[in-house]
Nanobody
């Protein structure tokens, strides 16, 4: 398993959770753009938060001000702190790490996904 996500849980609206995504030793997470995605029942997977190799972060409008993505290079782990959770945040959350290297013969792309972790927010 290249990416191992954890932190699933059931919380009430207004509560908080922290998701963690631990990368295997073969992946130096600092060299990858990493993100958290989510997929709610009957909906398409959507990007929630993203952190680039420079540390620059991007958030979906629906989670701005409530969610924070961070990275601990020493632990090879990316986190998603989720505060003030809402029922509409209920979904399976996936972590993703990707990078592309320009080689003499073309582009070598890496794209890893965690197994998904369920977050349920009750009203």
């Amino acid at each position: 398993v290249q990416l191992q996500a954890s932190g699933r849980g059931l919380v009430q609206a207004g509560g908080f959770l922290r998701l963690a995504c631990v990368a295997s030793r073969s992946i130096f997470i600092s060299a990858y753009a990493t993100g958290w995605y989510r997929q709610a029942p009957g909906k398409e997977r959507e990007l929630v938060a993203y952190i680039g190799t420079s540390g620059r972060t991007t958030y979906a409008d629906s989670v701005k001000g409530r969610f924070t993505i961070s990275r601990n290079n020493a632990k090879n782990t990316v986190y998603l702190q989720m505060n003030n959770l809402k029922p509409e945040d209920t979904a399976v959350y996936y972590c993703n790490a990707r990078r592309s290297d320009q080689m003499a013969w073309g582009t070598l792309a890496y794209d890893y996904w965690g197994q998904g972790t369920l977050v349920t927010v009750s009203s």
